[in-house]
């Protein structure tokens, strides 16, 4: 596991990233390819971004917390420039989905899509998360997860 790297190795590999003293555990946990999320340990509630005190009932008591990963596509995007970047090709569009998770009306994380094609993307869609490793810096990524869409059509992908 390499979750017991030093503050400082940490701050090193997501170089760019809104890293600090709050969300330095998420980050951390990215590096095993888990995804956490703040949740409130008074009233359950989860939140996104990652803050100090839980915005439902303004507790200290917030601790990051595994979640599941799946969830369906809330809104997206096509991106068709933007910075370099290893493995964005944006001739094609480079896809950003923000994906609301299932653990929580509201419980948003943005990352891209893969294993579908651009134009295949919809709003309503399950998917599941994956992820992708860019010059050592893991990226959220969501593939359509198996069963069937918003629309009822079958999608493959994860289970």
Not at 86 to 99: E, I, K, L, Q, S
Not at 120 to 132: C, K, N, T
Request: with cysteine; proline share 8%; aromatic share 8%.
């Amino acid at each position: 596991m390499t979750t017991s790297i030093t503050d400082e190795e940490l701050v090193a590999r997501f170089a760019g990233y809104p890293l600090d003293h709050d969300n330095k555990a998420i980050y951390r946990a990215r590096l095993d390819h888990r995804l956490l999320v703040m949740r409130c340990g008074d009233c359950g509630r989860w939140h996104e971004p990652a803050k100090p005190i839980c915005p439902a009932c303004w507790s200290t008591a917030v601790v990051p917390t595994e979640v599941s990963g799946r969830g369906t596509v809330f809104m997206y995007l096509v991106l068709h420039q933007g910075p370099p970047a290893d493995g964005v090709d944006y001739a094609f569009g480079y896809p950003v989905v923000t994906v609301e998770l299932e653990e929580q009306a509201g419980l948003r994380v943005t990352g891209t899509m893969v294993g579908i094609a651009t134009g295949d993307i919809e709003i309503g869609m399950p998917v599941a998360l994956d992820w992708l490793d860019r010059d050592g810096v893991p990226v959220l990524a969501f593939r359509p997860a198996s069963g069937r869409d918003a629309t009822g059509r079958p999608t493959t992908g994860v289970e």
